[in-house]
């Protein structure tokens, strides 16, 4: 036994656990990366304890990696080099709920399904969502959106402000819950996105809104994937205020009808949604039905009720697992980037045109109205080959998407899969102003290490990494640690 094993023992007792079978829960994502287990977890169920667990792991040098629901797609959460995973889940308590401020504070590991669970009846809701039930602290530490950000925008936009601690154990609040402020640096929005590398998120305060007076939904079926981008665009371009608008592109429509038992035309399909007044609702409506029948498209299918809003995005949100469940056991393999929106219809279909050779299947969904689109690539998860086709295609729609003004990742954030594409998209003096960034708040590299704008994990490590792990020691990876790093601690 360590001396750090010994006091998290001491500490939390039975909520502190090295058995396999948790540490590999806590290893992996819903990414293809395969697991790769910490050393041990952490139940935490107070800022204090995270603040305790911290402050022991900076003593011994130990990695720090913060762990919500699991739902992230980019290797978030995989111990790279070993160390102690936090688990947030149990500090899922709604602190407060303020209607008239049009906020609400909530611990780290509240899901998304929770807190609007508890603002029925207050006429309020939070907008942002990613389609999974994640913790709002994952959500907020990866900078997530989802199909509602054309309206509402990001987590970036939606949280007021954090608490959260630092490397050192401090516990630091970012910013109070005033509308606005010029007081300093921006720590909330340095900490959002920054997915476990600079803190733990123990709280967030978030911005509510007000429900609308009417939503309306529809469904149109287009020609090909072109047109039915190019109605979202000229939509967005002419002001109409779009609540959402999600493209399915023939093979999710297929997928969706087989796992879900709807009955839509297998061809690209475009989801929109409405809010506003009654007149307004029903004004917007009718200029993109317009657009889109200018374009070929099919006359809306329309979806009033909240029960038959909720079928008809549930298509939509079924999108992913139904595209992996065409080939059973497959792993997907997706990517995610963003561009402006005046440069959409033209990636996505020189993306289609070069998936097209692919021999792995695929199928395309995005959330077009903000310009973001994700390829995904249903690959055997024991056939080196397929991942590296994969991968290859994954590269070249990256550095098409950063070649028309674009993000790797418009959602899903870097995590271990694709650090080697923000000096592309930043330039190396960017990203060593972040890596300066990391080494001020965390100059032991013990929060989330090879994350973001840490090293990058040796190129190929894809499915060989589940043959080289030590059952309790890490991770045998030929990544040199940055100092004053320390070889993680090795639990008997």
Same mark, same amino acid.
């Given at each position: 036994?360590?001396p750090?094993?010994d ?58 990696i ?25 500090m899922?308590?709604?602190l407060?709920?303020r ?36 913790t ?15 309206r ?14 630092? $490397?050192?154990?401090?516990?630091? @609040?970012?910013?109070? =819950? +005033? !509308?606005?402020?010029? %007081?300093?640096? *921006? ?15 123990t ?14 939904a ?8 072109a ?24 093979t ?46 099919a $006359?809306?299918?329309?979806a009033? @009720?909240?029960?038959? =809003? +909720? !079928?008809?995005?549930k %298509?939509?949100? *079924?999108?992913y ?15 995610d ?9 033209e ?124 059952p ?12 004053p ?8």
């Amino acid at each position: 036994m360590t001396p750090l094993h010994d006091e998290l023992r001491d500490r939390f007792g039975d909520r502190y656990s090295t058995a396999a079978a948790v540490r590999d829960h806590h290893g992996k994502d819903d990414s293809h990366h395969p697991a790769i287990p910490p050393d041990g977890v952490i139940f935490a169920e107070s800022t204090e304890e995270v603040a305790f667990s911290v402050r022991a792991c900076a003593r011994h040098g130990t990695p720090v990696i913060p762990f919500g629901a699991g739902t992230s797609i980019e290797g978030h959460v995989q111990a790279v080099r070993g160390g102690i995973s936090i688990d947030l889940g149990a500090m899922n308590r709604v602190l407060a709920v303020r209607a008239d401020d049009l906020d609400a504070t909530v611990e780290a590991g509240v899901t998304r399904q929770q807190l609007d669970r508890e603002l029925r009846g207050t006429g309020l809701f939070f907008p942002v969502d990613p389609g999974a039930d994640a913790t709002l602290g994952g959500m907020a530490a990866t900078g997530a959106s989802g199909t509602t950000t054309v309206r509402y925008g990001t987590m970036r936009d939606n949280v007021v402000s954090l608490t959260a601690v630092l $490397a050192n154990g401090e516990v630091v @609040r970012t910013a109070s =819950r +005033a !509308r606005k402020s010029s %007081a300093g640096y *921006d720590l909330t929005r340095l900490l959002v996105g920054s997915e476990g590398t600079l803190g733990v998120i123990t709280e967030l305060t978030v911005r509510l809104h007000p429900v609308p007076e009417a939503m309306a939904a529809a469904v149109c079926a287009f020609p090909g994937l072109a047109e039915a981008v190019r109605s979202v665009v000229e939509s967005v371009q002419l002001g109409i205020p779009v609540a959402r608008a999600e493209l399915l592109d023939a093979t999710a429509m297929h997928a969706v009808n087989l796992y879900s038992g709807f009955s839509y035309a297998e061809t690209p399909t475009v989801f929109f949604e409405f809010h506003g007044s009654e007149d307004e609702v029903r004004a917007h409506g009718a200029v993109v039905e317009e657009i889109s029948r200018g374009l070929g498209g099919a $006359a809306f299918e329309y979806a009033r @009720r909240q029960d038959e =809003r +909720a !079928r008809l995005w549930k %298509a939509r949100h *079924d999108a992913y697992p139904a595209i992996l469940a065409l080939r059973p056991g497959c792993h997907g393999l997706t990517s995610d980037v963003c561009v402006p929106v005046s440069r959409l219809a033209e990636c996505i279909e020189e993306t289609r045109d070069d998936m097209e050779r692919a021999t792995i299947p695929w199928g395309i969904v995005g959330h077009v109205g903000d310009g973001n689109f994700h390829a995904v690539f249903m690959i055997d998860p024991d056939d080196e080959a397929e991942l590296a086709e994969a991968e290859a295609f994954n590269e070249r729609i990256v550095r098409r998407a950063i070649a028309m003004e674009g993000t790797c990742t418009g959602e899903h954030g870097i995590g271990m899969g694709k650090i080697r594409f923000l000096e592309e998209e930043f330039g190396a003096s960017g990203v060593a102003a972040m890596r300066a960034v990391k080494a001020a708040l965390d100059p032991q590299g013990i929060m989330n290490p090879g994350k973001v704008a840490g090293v990058e994990p040796e190129k190929g490590l894809g499915t060989k990494l589940h043959e080289r792990f030590k059952p309790y020691g890490g991770v045998e990876l030929e990544i040199p640690p940055r100092e004053p790093m320390r070889d993680p601690p090795t639990f008997d």
